[in-house]
């Protein structure tokens, strides 16, 4: 007497109790730790087979099915057996050429056997599979069409199928060049290449438009006279002449045929299934035609990596608007991100960083590197997304050295965190919407800004809404404004100034800022822009977004000044607002903002109104000074000086262009301010005008 | 979904049939309802239909379960039992979103059924709560279309089967379905490559019927015939309500040269299978009751490997008539016992389950039970973890 463990006793009595099972034999030791017992199945066949007991493919109302029991189970399925002349014809069995073993779930059933159901899981597959065998519906349509099954299989072939299922209709094709790579597995040796299309030669025949094959039959084809027969039956004639016209020195030949079936394929979005088969060549001496027994063997496809298998695995499906995407800046976080996006199946990248990747860039960077010499960030970056079948540029200059107008429609992310490369990138020659990227605080404070596609919202202008939610935002203005980078050792003398975070902080920012940028590339920059900051939170588990509120900045003709003016929109709004309140009185108030020198910019993001001790006339506006120094003294404070005092502005609510008056006030308070940049503005019904 | 089904539930001496395609947008068809509140109450052991039917149907861009169309055979209670309860009735706008622990309700897209909702209720036409709710809703539905002159949208929209005797129908072409015509068109659908439909009841009151008789709510009933395409076969479904012996002896009078159009693969006995489907002669009242030769010809056109069920109570060897005893002989000459199921029996008494027919390549294929979990009880569908990717 067999002692039989405990899982199989139990599966046992699980068959025996299943409603779809008529008898169950006794447990069986097979040795070595395997167990078995058959179990016989009741199949429902449909109404007129059920009265000759079987089905026209040999399906009968009762089915044994063996379970063969490893050690290791339950954690490992049993094998299931169905008889051995059940019929071969059908979807979804196993490649096997002694056994018949249904694939009865479309995922690991490993995985099934630990649900709740347990062996009933397994059973009611097993079940419902012979069910569907019997009423010959095992492909599911909306599943897709499982491609045919071969029980032997000789090697792999690697090729661009998206390539095929764009191709003409016209067959065959022929191809010296077809990007092709294929493996065939030698029976007493390790995998070993045999024919790449340096030395092969493939031809593609496409069934006609017109055909469909609805017909599920596994392969059984080993001879070329099998592959004619085969070709001829769906409907791709000529088949013969056509291969035996290939190069007479050939020995061997790669052959796809492709066929249309009545739905897509499993896992795919095309309906034509690829059969992919290699010939040995062998020519009668006399006619040089193949010989009819020249041995055929089949190869399964694989993918090759390409944009279209990207996509597909990413769920990225959506077409890229733009043409080209510049990643300037190939660092830890730059790296991340344009990885993330290659990932994503997006294509034409141009990489740009002129630093070199030094051995603590490995700490975080998306690469690893342990070349001692100094490689170009770019470089590598171009190296890695290359692998991936994506084109990619690189460019190891300073951003000056760019021609951005050689690269059509393109979209620029700037991962720098440069000052001197954002004030650049801000210019107005520069022809395309900027996102900018960065990091502070020790990788805790994650900024995101997107420009406009007319980039308005500007790069500089963007930057400046977050100086000025600084002002109201503690938690932003002590993470952004707070110096955390050091000086690190990166070697004896040697140096980086760069901050302590780990990798994992930087990947956290990079995930979200990639698939936010994947939003852009797909569907297009925001109308207004976009200015996002993400806090990493104390745990270091995750990141929380929020959006600062913005929208397109007013640009103010300047006069007797380089300097442009641009006004954000919530403060064109309160000016507006203040003077048609106080109408028919003037009224006004302290302009405060961003200058940038470099840029000759002037931004105006925040204003003071007018003090009480002000005085307010149909024709004469005086600004007052009461507590006017320490408002601007706390504003100064709260941003670091990046926004101050820049001018004033007053309502002109009869209208009329700046008075003498106004141009000697301006003139003072210019002299006032060390001659620094000064603006001030007047406000009419018509808008607003420079003085 | 590879294969189209049909769907019998279990309720009693009532009707309820689900028909699911398998077309791109898994269209439903449900004939008549009965879900009795016994079978929402968790405490009771009826089957809980409702929760069955709500896994079937998809759900609309606002989470809300929908059928495509509903046709109602006739308006007794247990045609139509349980409407007001499970699905919305009235304009879309007035949909309620589900409180806490409730479950949406189910909005039809397309009501078909026979003119018969215009006539009111009185002692000779007793109609329950939720027949006179379905009453209103067709006949919101219906003013739509008269309003308009416009197919109104889905959950307004009616189709009338049949012309209204008294001419109540004579302006409303564009809804009104002709008995004897066929059709394709599902919730605006063109469905002519899956599924065609005949109508081929309820017929006009014959000569010499009395008006007493042809007035009777069975003898309204709707009766198709519903074709379903598969890789070439045709699944014929014979639906005839409560459809009795004279209108079976009219359409074999109508069609005995053309039998195709009462040939089926499945019947659903007419009226649980009452006796009166098949006879005039009372079981009880008379010694010898004989069957009409004409209808049972009406009702034996079956075709290899037919399926006939019987939604009805379980049939025992008694007097009951619906469901009769007798009858089921009768059915069980014309196909063998193991294709005559009933939807109280099915698969065992008192432990029922909906009986599902796949309709394959080869004809209907009783689909197989599945077993039931053994640790929980709440679940009666698939249970377990979601399978998580890594």
């Not at chain 1, 063969?68 to 019929?87: G, H, N, T, V």
């Not at chain 1, 089949?298 to 993918?303: I, N």
């Not at chain 1, 301006?666 to 007047?682: H, Q, S």
Request: charged share 25%; with cysteine; hydrophobic share 35%.
């Amino acid at each position: 007497m067999v002692d039989v463990p405990y899982w199989i006793f139990l599966a046992n009595r699980y068959a025996n109790e299943h409603p779809a099972i008529l008898s169950v034999s006794e447990i069986k030791h097979l040795g070595d730790e395997h167990y078995t017992f058959t179990a016989e199945f009741r199949v429902n066949l449909p109404g007129k087979f059920d009265i000759i007991g079987q089905t026209e493919r040999g399906v009968r109302k009762k089915e044994p099915v063996k379970f063969i029991f490893p050690p290791s189970f339950p954690y490992k399925a049993p094998f299931i057996y169905l008889r051995d002349d059940f019929c071969r014809n059908f979807a979804h069995i196993n490649p096997s050429k002694e056994k018949v073993t249904p694939c009865i779930f479309y995922g690991n059933l490993n995985e099934l056997l630990q649900q709740p159901k347990w062996f009933d899981h397994i059973l009611d597959q097993m079940a419902d599979w012979l069910e569907k065998a019997a009423g010959n519906n095992l492909i599911d349509y909306k599943q897709g069409w499982e491609p045919m099954r071969s029980d032997e299989l000789k090697g792999e072939i690697f090729y661009d199928k998206g390539l095929i299922d764009k191709e003409s209709e016209a067959p065959p094709v022929f191809y010296n060049n077809f990007p092709v790579f294929a493996y065939v597995f030698p029976v007493h040796s390790k995998l070993k290449e045999f024919d790449s299309n340096k030395h092969s030669t493939i031809l593609i025949f496409k069934m006609p438009i017109d055909k469909i094959s609805d017909n599920y039959i596994p392969n059984y084809i080993s001879k070329f006279s099998d592959l004619c027969e085969f070709a001829e039956q769906n409907h791709i004639n000529h088949f013969r002449d056509r291969v035996n016209r290939v190069i007479k020195k050939l020995k061997k030949l790669f052959v796809i045929l492709v066929i249309r079936r009545p739905s897509r394929l499993i896992n795919s979005s095309s309906c034509l299934e690829a059969l992919n088969f290699g010939i040995r060549i062998k020519r009668n001496s006399k006619t040089s035609k193949i010989k009819s027994n020249s041995e055929v063997y089949f190869l399964s496809h694989r993918d090759v990596c390409n944009l279209e298998l990207l996509n597909r695995f990413s769920g990225n499906l959506k077409k890229q608007r733009f043409d080209w995407i510049f990643q300037i800046g190939c660092g830890s976080l730059g790296s991340k991100i344009c990885v993330h996006l290659a990932r994503n199946g997006n294509n034409n990248f141009v990489a740009v960083d002129k630093s070199k990747f030094s051995p603590h860039n490995n700490a975080r960077h998306s690469l690893i590197n342990r070349d001692i010499r100094n490689i170009n960030k770019a470089f590598l970056l171009k190296h890695e997304i290359d692998k991936m079948g994506i084109n990619v540029r690189r460019c190891s200059k300073d951003v000056q050295f760019l021609d951005f107008s050689k690269f059509p429609q393109s979209i620029i992310i700037d991962s720098t965190a440069n000052l001197a490369v954002r004030n650049y990138l801000s210019r107005k020659s520069i022809p395309y919407p900027i996102v900018h990227t960065s990091l502070y605080n020790h990788g805790k404070l994650a900024i995101l800004l997107a420009e406009s596609s007319e980039r308005n919202p500007r790069l500089d202008d963007l930057i400046v809404f977050i100086f000025s939610e600084c002002l109201r935002n503690k938690c932003l203005r002590e993470s952004l404004l707070t110096e955390q980078a050091v000086r690190m050792s990166t070697g004896q003398g040697c140096g980086s100034f760069t901050t302590v975070v780990p990798d994992s902080r930087i990947s956290l920012a990079a995930a979200g800022m990639s698939a936010k940028i994947q939003t852009y590339i797909s569907s297009g920059v925001p109308e207004n822009g976009e200015v996002l900051y993400g806090v990493v939170g104390d745990d270091d588990m995750g990141i929380r977004w929020n959006k600062i509120k913005n929208g397109k900045v007013l640009v103010v003709e300047p006069k007797d000044s380089e300097y442009e003016i641009r006004v954000f929109p919530k403060i064109a709004e309160i000016m507006d607002s203040e003077a048609k309140k106080h109408s028919p009185n003037e009224t006004g108030g302290v302009l405060v903002g961003h200058i940038s020198l470099i840029n000759k910019c002037i931004t105006i993001s925040d204003l003071i109104l007018a003090p009480e001790d002000s005085i307010e006339t149909p024709n004469y506006f005086e600004l007052g000074t009461s507590n006017l120094l320490n408002k601007i003294k706390e504003i100064e404070k709260k941003s670091n000086t990046l926004l101050t005092y820049l001018g004033t502005w007053h309502s002109h609510p009869h209208g009329g262009d700046a008075s003498n008056l106004d141009k000697e006030t301006k003139k003072k308070i210019k002299e006032l301010r060390n001659y620094m940049p000064t603006v001030c503005l007047i406000w009419t019904q018509n808008g607003l005008l420079s003085v | 979904m590879s294969t189209s089904k049909i769907i019998f539930y279990p309720v009693n001496n009532g009707a309820m049939a689900l028909l699911k395609l398998n077309d791109d947008k898994e269209t439903t068809i449900m004939v008549d309802m009965n879900i009795r509140e016994a079978a929402d109450d968790d405490d009771e052991d009826e089957y809980d239909v409702a929760n069955h039917l709500r896994s079937q149907l998809k759900e609309d861009d606002y989470g809300r379960p929908y059928l495509d169309a509903f046709v109602l055979s006739h308006n007794d209670d247990d045609h139509i039992k349980g409407i007001q309860n499970h699905f919305h009735l009235g304009s879309l706008d007035g949909y309620k979103e589900p409180e806490e622990g409730e479950k949406p309700k189910i909005i039809i897209n397309e009501i078909w059924a026979t003119s018969r909702f215009w006539k009111r209720a009185s002692d000779s036409n007793k109609l329950c709560d939720d027949a006179k709710a379905f009453n209103r809703e067709m006949k919101r539905r219906v003013k739509i279309f008269e309003n308009t002159k416009k197919i109104p949208n889905a959950s307004d929209r009616a189709l009338i089967i049949g012309e209204d005797p008294d001419g109540k129908t004579d302006d409303l072409d564009d809804i009104v379905m002709e008995v004897g015509s066929s059709f394709s068109e599902v919730n605006r659908q063109n469905l002519s490559k899956k599924i065609q439909i005949k109508i081929l009841g309820p017929l006009s009151q014959q000569k010499n019927e009395a008006d007493e008789d042809f007035n009777k709510k069975n003898r309204g009933s709707v009766i198709l015939l519903i074709k379903i395409k598969e890789s070439g076969y045709e699944n014929k479904l014979l639906l005839p309500g409560d459809a009795e012996v004279l209108v079976w002896e009219c359409l074999w009078g109508k069609y005995k040269n053309n039998i195709s159009n009462l040939e089926y693969d499945i019947l659903l006995a007419p009226h649980h299978c009452s006796w009166h489907s098949l006879s005039y002669d009372s079981q009880s009242q008379c010694d010898n009751p004989e069957v009409s030769e004409d209808a049972e010809s009406a009702l034996s056109q079956a075709k290899e490997g037919a399926y006939i069920i019987s939604s009805s109570k379980p049939i025992k060897n008694n007097d009951d008539d619906p469901p009769s005893f007798a009858a089921k002989k009768e059915y069980l000459v014309i196909v063998k016992k193991k294709h005559f199921l009933c939807t109280e029996e099915y698969p065992k008494e008192g432990d029922v389950e909906p009986i599902v027919l796949k309709l394959t390549s080869f004809g209907p294929q009783l689909k197989g039970q599945k077993s039931k979990s053994r640790i929980s009880q709440a679940s009666s569908g698939p249970v377990g973890q979601a399978f998580g990717h890594g």
